[in-house]
């Protein structure tokens, strides 16, 4: 059965207030949750007998200040919240909602197909001869039909603004005035299923009168601008003036309707049904159906509109069009200032990124004079089987202050030494190992081809990890924008940031693995935002064709891929978030690897651990500052000196810092997670581990090999200027 909870926010209604209750229970409405605004004349202990009876809440907000949205919206969601709606009706009290084909409300929302959300009541006025006392809602019978043109000579602009009908929401938020909320709006919904309002607005003078002087003292509390052509408020001013009244009675039609009226006897008849005893109070009702008593000055007042009332309507419409003209003006005005100082911020922007530039070139061209001279350097060592030997023995050790193994990084005494070694033929002291003495056959031929070899592959990976360094300095400060292979992005969906490197063939599993991703808890299905950062440019086209393929029937919302223009390693992952951070994104972002096998709830399990200024991460660890290796897992929850990239969790704030990339050393572009950990433990982040089901796969084509001896050295370099928290 359909639970239908009606919304209500009234001052000085106690004419009509009971007559409109009375209707809505008759037809079907199961509950009403009335505020009220300071009421003066009678209608807040009128909505009392009303929650004695048990049909209605009442709440009481004494403010005077068009706070309508706020204190309606606040009720819309108690419905769903506290009485388990299953639609939301906000009305104003002089309005009767009807099904617009015949029958009860509650049977036409019961008809109402699933998918609509919210959709559109049309409202038209309900009038008769202008009234000095008693009830229009007995008397007034004829609905206003009439023309824009024929509204506007009585000034009036249109005919009253749809009021929007809505399924409960926890979450809504509905506009001032009614009109609308952020639900899905349908515009076209069942005939048998439309509601329409007929809307009493003009009842007696003397209500009419008093509404007017306080609409517009709410406005002046509020200190709200209405729009120039807000009828009220033009009212308002007509009444200062003393001239409200023979346009309040033009507006009526008179006795026989007249053109542009349409005879409509709905709220009369039911009203006069319940009064006969069907009432859930009698007597409130009763009251409220007071004998009319019309104005005894009709003729007069419109004989004085005839006269002032299209000079007054002109005058109106000039100041409108005046104040429209006037507020275009400076909005102009204002949109030229913000330019121009747009236009200078940019052009600040401009010159600096020039200079920054001209600085990265300069800063290339030194590295790439550096790695040339360095290059024939090798070339000359590297000529004497002497030197090859001492390599070997330098190359392959560590000696605990230098950072790095190539040749290009040992201490410059040793490199002296080997220069001497290669002119005078020695070995170096240091070269443990023993060459035996050439013979005729062996004295051109080179003794250590492995050694050569992996002295080339050293400095040949010195010289791309610059380049590398180079490419990473200019893509920080400008982040691609990635390309959208799925769905649309939405800022709202959680995004999950993943290097791409040379498992490839993993793809559609990841993805997969990705729309499985459920809450925890409630097992809802969670809506992620994904982006790929690939450092791999033969394997685009592979993941590009897979991704399109792909089709989501999950938490995957989106899919985007970013091609890195060079292989920069892990910390592509944070110019992504870069980019996302510059559009906007707050928050957390995720971060996994591809060699890492996760569980439906391994994500919201990770999400739920993030924080302001945190990081956390399963592979989680306490370390000794001096020795990377010397090191204890992390508990779940418990503080950590280091967490890994790949099953984390991080706030944005992180990547909005400039510091993170500015300050980052060369290593850090391949070992980002200990720069990750060791710069916001030093800016005072929480890094704490999470225990979370995720399992490592392809082990083959893991770069920790490679990196071994690299984390020992980059750990220990960073302990002057970013020291471990507790060290």
Known sequence: MTKIVMTLMVRDEADIIAAM????????????????????????????????????????????????????????????QKYQADWVINADADEFFFAANGGTVAEALGRMPANVQSFDAPVRNLMGLPLKAGSAACSHVWRDERTIEALNRVGLHAHPTQDCVHRASETVNVVQGNHATDLPLTEDVPADAALEVLHLPYRTWDRYRHRVEITAEAYRRSNRTPSPRHHGMR????????????????????????????????????????????????????????????????????????????????????????????????????????????????TDQLDVARAQHAQIEAQLAAKTAEADALRSMMAELTSSRAVR?????????????T?????????????????????????????????????????????????????????????????????????????????????KPDRSATPLIMCLWNRRERIEEILQQLDEQVDAQTNARMSLRVIFWNNCAQDQEWYETRIRAFAPSGAVSSVEFVQSPRNIRGIGRFIAARHLANEGSTGAFLMLDDDEDITPTSLTTLLSAGGTRKLAGFWSWRVDPLDYWQRERAADGEKADYVATGGCVCDFELVRDDAFFNELPEPGLYIEDAWMSRFAGHKGWDLRAVDLPISFVLHETNQYNELVWDKVAFWKSLNDRYPLQDA
């Open 21 to 80: 209750i009375e209707h809505h229970l008759a037809q079907g409405i199961d509950f009403i949750i009335a505020t009220d605004n300071a009421s003066t004349d009678g209608t807040r202990e009128i909505l009392q007998q009303y929650a004695d009876a048990g049909v209605l809440e009442v709440n009481d907000d004494p403010r005077l200040e068009k706070q309508q949205a706020e204190v309606v919206t606040a009720m819309a969601r108690r419905a769903a």
């Open 389 to 401: 030997t001492a390599a070997s023995v330098f190359v392959t050790g560590y000696d605990g202050e």
């Open 235 to 346: 009212d308002a001013r007509w009444l200062e003036s003393g001239v409200l009244e023979p346009v309040f009675i033009a507006r009526h039609p008179n006795a026989n309707g007249g053109e542009g009226f349409v005879l409509d006897t709905r709220v009369k008849d039911e009203l006069e049904q319940l009064r006969s005893g069907q009432a859930v109070l009698p007597k409130a009702l009763s009251a409220a159906l007071a004998a009319p008593v019309t104005m005894g000055n009709i003729d007069e007042g419109r004989n004085q509109f005839a006269l002032i009332g299209p000079w007054l309507i002109s005058e109106a419409e000039y100041k409108a069009q005046l104040e429209y003209r006037t507020q275009e003006f400076y909005e102009l005005l204002q949109k030229d200032e913000n330019t121009a100082a747009e236009l200078a911020t940019r």
């Open 403 to 487: 950072y790095g193994r190539g040749l290009a990084s040992l201490p410059r005494k040793a490199i002296n030494r080997l220069r001497k070694a290669a002119s005078s033929g020695r070995t170096p002291r240091s070269a443990t190992v023993s060459t035996p003495a050439p013979t005729d056959a062996t004295k051109d031929a080179d003794p250590h081809p492995a050694e050569s070899a992996d002295l080339a592959a050293t400095i040949e990976r010195e010289r791309e990890r610059k380049d590398s360094y180079a490419v990473f300095q200019q893509l920080w400060q400008d982040p691609p924008s990635p390309v959208v292979l799925l769905g």
